[in-house]
């Protein structure tokens, strides 16, 4: 059959979700449609393997994007998800909810409903925590939060944060937000635990539940009142209609949704009518108010052992990937655990910068492959600043949904995201200074000692920083339609049964990995729809 009750558009870590909860009760037909393929490989399982699927062409769809101008022109590398999980299943499982009030934000925006203390329980409903049931947490959700143990190399990191006068924090999504600390992750017995492991796997036995992969869909259909009725969609090359007959829900990304959107006929008139695209509705917000986190690595030497003498030659990477596969440990089921969030000044009321500690020091490939591992003994520090105030856009480059649309974040674009950019290099600086960490440190390799005021911290920061892979709000969430997509309850303006359910309906970004906030919100998003 070509009819459904739900059609869900993307297979993600929002669009897994859904899938379950919508077909939990076995009384509605859901399709799920992803345009890329099962996530069966060793390296999507494998905590540490995000890095070799970080240019893998079978599970990324390696989007780069337009030339930023604030970062020296440079194209910047930005990892889509092209697999069930989406990117929730090639990130690097850092779960972290954000601070309260990145939340409260959204409720201020004009959506009821969304304040910290409104999607409080939604973030319990997700997780079977280890600190088990208490105000903050619960046992019985689906995603497995873990805390493994740290190399002994991040209790130095922790030092020197004393050192700075920053607080400890056993709990970033508990009591308090801000301090140093270990970071949950959400994995289960030593490999990742996705939506799409948690949530679509268990449900795809369920008979009301059909799952197509390899399924690029084209464009919405819609009745003459703008009622969303279907999708037009090529599955494995031939091209086929589905019927949705309560709701079509798109959860294809803060790129590809907008995208879809655009190509359908929903979108700024003047930009479909550049591409001959017949204009649905015109709705000028879809594809802007894009944001992202922007990070900046340092690289150090040390002077005591760190994974990368678990890792650097062949015949210790082979030792610890047998470790993994016959113990399910070892460096191979970690990933960065270590870091936390700061106020880079007294006159910060709120936390404003991640930093994340890695006993480990390595580069990333330009090709698919494995990472290369720094021949010493190396750590890093790197930071990203919690709310970046530049927006950006995502706009059709043609009307051919084979084509990646042009990514514009516009990095850097506001005074204050490069006053950010010099605050998180001396607080790096201010950390690698102290006693704690001078002790296991040898020398700063990477930028070194030609990076030392202002000036050169933000050209470091323009040449090497790069996209934390955390894009969203380009669908955003409001109650003015010239200014948002959605309203709090995710449905389009100006249309019937089309809602959007992911990371672009952030009005703002939150503070730290958008990860659990997108989860949060299917959840939510699951009980309004069945609700309605």
Request: aromatic share 10%; with cysteine.
């Given at each position: 059959?070509?009819?459904?009750?739900?059609?869900?558009?993307?297979?993600?870590?929002?669009?897994?979700?859904?899938?379950?909860?919508?077909?939990?009760?076995?009384?509605?037909?859901?399709?799920?449609?992803?345009?890329?393929?099962?996530?069966?490989?060793?390296?999507?399982?494998?905590?540490?393997?995000?890095?070799?699927?970080?240019?893998?062409?079978?599970?990324?769809?390696?989007?780069?994007?337009?030339?930023?101008?604030?970062?020296?022109?440079?194209?910047?590398?930005?990892?889509?998800?092209?697999?069930?999980?989406?990117?929730?299943?090639?990130?690097?499982?850092?779960?972290?909810?954000?601070?309260?009030?990145?939340?409260?934000?959204?409720?201020?925006?004009?959506?009821?409903?969304?304040?910290?203390?409104?999607?409080?329980?939604?973030?319990?409903?997700?997780?079977?925590?280890?600190?088990?049931?208490?105000?903050?947490?619960?046992?019985?959700?689906?995603?497995?939060?873990?805390?493994?143990?740290?190399?002994?190399?991040?209790?130095?990191?922790?030092?020197?944060?004393?050192?700075?006068?920053?607080?400890?924090?056993?709990?970033?999504?508990?009591?308090?937000?801000?301090?140093?600390?270990?970071?949950?992750?959400?994995?289960?017995?030593?490999?990742?635990?996705?939506?799409?492991?948690?949530?679509?796997?268990?449900?795809?036995?369920?008979?009301?539940?059909?799952?197509?992969?390899?399924?690029?869909?084209?464009?919405?259909?819609?009745?003459?009142?703008?009622?969303?009725?279907?999708?037009?969609?090529?599955?494995?090359?031939?091209?086929?209609?589905?019927?949705?007959?309560?709701?079509?829900?798109?959860?294809?990304?803060?790129?590809?949704?907008?995208?879809?959107?655009?190509?359908?006929?929903?979108?700024?008139?003047?930009?479909?009518?550049?591409?001959?695209?017949?204009?649905?509705?015109?709705?000028?917000?879809?594809?802007?108010?894009?944001?992202?986190?922007?990070?900046?690595?340092?690289?150090?030497?040390?002077?005591?052992?760190?994974?990368?003498?678990?890792?650097?030659?062949?015949?210790?990477?082979?030792?610890?990937?047998l470790q993994y596969l016959l113990q399910g440990r070892g460096a191979f089921a970690t990933t960065v655990k270590a870091g936390g969030f700061f106020r880079t000044s007294e006159a910060q009321q709120h936390p404003n910068m991640q930093i994340y500690f890695n006993p480990l020091s390595y580069v990333l490939p330009e090709s698919p492959g494995m990472p290369k591992i720094e021949p010493y003994s190396g750590y890093t520090m790197f930071f990203?600043?919690?709310?970046?105030?530049?927006?950006?856009?995502?706009?059709?480059?043609?009307?051919?949904?084979?084509?990646?649309?042009?990514?514009?974040?516009?990095?850097?674009?506001?005074?204050?995201?490069?006053?950010?950019?010099?605050?998180?290099?001396?607080?790096?600086?201010?950390?690698?200074?102290?006693?704690?960490?001078?002790?296991?440190?040898?020398?700063?390799?990477?930028?070194?000692?030609?990076?030392?005021?202002?000036?050169?911290?933000?050209?470091?920061?323009?040449?090497?920083?790069?996209?934390?892979?955390?894009?969203?709000?380009?669908?955003?969430?409001?109650?003015?339609?010239?200014?948002?997509?959605?309203?709090?309850?995710?449905?389009?303006?100006?249309?019937?049964?089309?809602?959007?359910?992911?990371?672009?309906?952030?009005?703002?970004?939150?503070?730290?990995?958008?990860?659990?906030?997108?989860?949060?919100?299917?959840?939510?998003?699951?009980?309004?729809?069945?609700?309605?």
């Amino acid at each position: 059959m070509s009819e459904f009750d739900y059609i869900i558009v993307g297979a993600g870590s929002a669009g897994c979700i859904l899938a379950d909860r919508l077909s939990a009760s076995g009384q509605y037909r859901v399709l799920l449609l992803e345009a890329g393929g099962v996530e069966k490989s060793m390296w999507v399982r494998m905590p540490l393997g995000f890095a070799k699927l970080f240019y893998h062409p079978r599970y990324n769809w390696r989007y780069y994007t337009t030339v930023q101008q604030q970062l020296m022109n440079q194209r910047v590398y930005t990892p889509r998800g092209k697999v069930l999980g989406g990117s929730g299943s090639i990130n690097a499982m850092i779960y972290v909810r954000g601070q309260r009030r990145d939340f409260d934000d959204w409720a201020a925006r004009g959506n009821p409903g969304w304040s910290f203390d409104d999607v409080l329980p939604w973030f319990k409903r997700l997780e079977s925590h280890p600190l088990g049931d208490t105000s903050w947490h619960s046992s019985s959700g689906k995603i497995r939060i873990t805390r493994d143990p740290v190399h002994p190399i991040c209790e130095n990191f922790f030092r020197a944060c004393d050192e700075l006068g920053f607080p400890r924090n056993d709990d970033f999504n508990g009591a308090q937000f801000e301090g140093a600390g270990v970071y949950d992750i959400n994995t289960r017995d030593g490999q990742r635990d996705s939506s799409c492991a948690a949530y679509l796997r268990p449900a795809m036995k369920r008979t009301n539940l059909v799952v197509e992969t390899d399924a690029l869909v084209e464009r919405v259909l819609f009745n003459p009142n703008k009622t969303a009725i279907g999708v037009s969609v090529l599955l494995r090359g031939h091209r086929q209609v589905f019927r949705a007959r309560r709701e079509l829900i798109l959860s294809a990304g803060a790129v590809e949704t907008p995208k879809l959107l655009q190509c359908s006929g929903i979108g700024d008139a003047a930009l479909l009518g550049q591409h001959q695209i017949p204009v649905i509705h015109d709705a000028p917000a879809v594809g802007r108010n894009l944001q992202d986190h922007l990070c900046a690595s340092y690289y150090f030497e040390a002077s005591r052992p760190t994974v990368n003498d678990e890792l650097k030659t062949l015949p210790q990477q082979a030792r610890a990937m047998l470790q993994y596969l016959l113990q399910g440990r070892g460096a191979f089921a970690t990933t960065v655990k270590a870091g936390g969030f700061f106020r880079t000044s007294e006159a910060q009321q709120h936390p404003n910068m991640q930093i994340y500690f890695n006993p480990l020091s390595y580069v990333l490939p330009e090709s698919p492959g494995m990472p290369k591992i720094e021949p010493y003994s190396g750590y890093t520090m790197f930071f990203a600043p919690c709310r970046p105030t530049s927006r950006g856009t995502v706009q059709l480059k043609s009307p051919d949904v084979h084509e990646a649309p042009l990514i514009d974040p516009n990095y850097l674009a506001t005074e204050n995201d490069r006053a950010e950019a010099i605050a998180g290099s001396r607080l790096i600086r201010r950390l690698a200074s102290t006693a704690g960490l001078a002790e296991v440190t040898k020398t700063e390799v990477k930028p070194g000692t030609s990076v030392s005021d202002d000036d050169s911290m933000l050209q470091f920061f323009r040449e090497q920083s790069g996209s934390i892979y955390h894009l969203c709000g380009s669908c955003a969430m409001g109650s003015d339609p010239r200014e948002s997509v959605v309203n709090s309850e995710l449905q389009v303006h100006g249309t019937r049964s089309l809602r959007v359910v992911d990371a672009s309906i952030f009005p703002n970004i939150t503070s730290g990995n958008i990860n659990a906030p997108t989860m949060m919100v299917a959840e939510k998003a699951s009980q309004m729809i069945l609700g309605h």
